[in-house]
């Protein structure tokens, strides 16, 4: 059978704000290297961040003996992001929407509203412990040919 | 890149010119303290400037309103100037943008504070 896999690779990681940065850094040239346009990066890039926040600081708690994992894998469609953490697990359906009035001053909680705005899917898996998330954002055409 | 600080006055208003990252744990951190000293020396004015602001997260975006809504409740007024196209997008995506009183233009800006 074809493999119509590109490229993969993976990082187990502390979880730390480095982590977090490198996992960013890491999106951003993988999705240049995918082709995305030059506004396009920057927000596959953002998303990626917020769910490694998310799994660093909500997910793991900063615990040093916990590890977020992130893997990047290009196909000849999409780019898939899948993060994943340690921690007690996560309900999307119980996250407050920030675009309600009584949330709109909240100091917090936008970071999975972003992902969802600058991805075309994203997916939460429970892991037991921990949540995976995968960020799928799709290449036009012409991107698939890099 | 961190972000840095640069505090100055015009007209009895507290101009804060930011420039990097605002960002959990870089940023969001610094402009927490920067807006608490302002007020804590007597002024509730205060006019936050963006322009060489590259980046910001959810985590900054958080920083922001809470910055707003600690001057507001202390009586006093928190504007926006000079916005990125990034940070114009990511204020209109999270409907801020009408929330914050956002200028163009420093004089503009001054000029618009309650006297």
């Known amino acids: 059978m074809a493999d119509s896999t590109t490229s993969r690779v993976s990082f187990t990681l502390d979880s730390s704000l480095d982590s977090v940065n490198k996992i960013e850094q890491t999106a951003e040239q993988i999705a240049q290297r995918a082709g995305f346009d030059e506004d396009t990066v920057p927000h596959i890039a953002m998303a990626v961040r917020e769910a490694a926040v998310n799994a660093v600081l909500h997910g793991n708690s900063y615990d040093t003996n916990k590890h977020v994992i992130a893997s990047f894998e290009t196909t000849s469609d999409s780019l898939i992001i899948r993060i994943s953490d340690q921690g007690p697990g996560l309900d999307p359906d119980k996250i407050p929407d920030p675009l309600a009035p009584e949330n709109i001053l909240r100091g917090s909680g936008r970071g999975i509203f972003l992902i969802k705005a600058f991805m075309d899917e994203v997916n939460f898996r429970q892991l037991h412990p921990g949540t995976e998330l995968t960020l799928i954002k799709h290449r036009t055409p012409a991107q698939s040919g890099t | 890149m961190s972000m840095k600080v640069k505090t100055r006055q015009v007209d009895g208003i507290t101009i804060l010119d930011l420039s990097g990252r605002i960002t959990l744990g870089e940023g969001s951190v610094t402009i927490r303290d920067a807006v608490r000293d302002v007020l804590a020396k007597g002024s509730n004015k205060i006019l936050l400037n963006l322009g ?59 000029s618009s504070f309650t006297k």
Request: charged share 25%.
């Open chain 2, 52 to 110: 060489d602001i590259s980046y910001i997260d959810s985590s900054g975006i958080g920083e922001l309103v809470s910055a707003f809504t600690t001057v507001k409740n202390s009586g006093g007024e928190l504007k926006l100037l000079n916005l990125t196209k990034k940070v114009h997008d990511l204020l209109q995506i999270t409907k801020l943008y009408t929330v914050f009183d956002v200028k163009d233009d420093e004089a503009t800006a001054i």
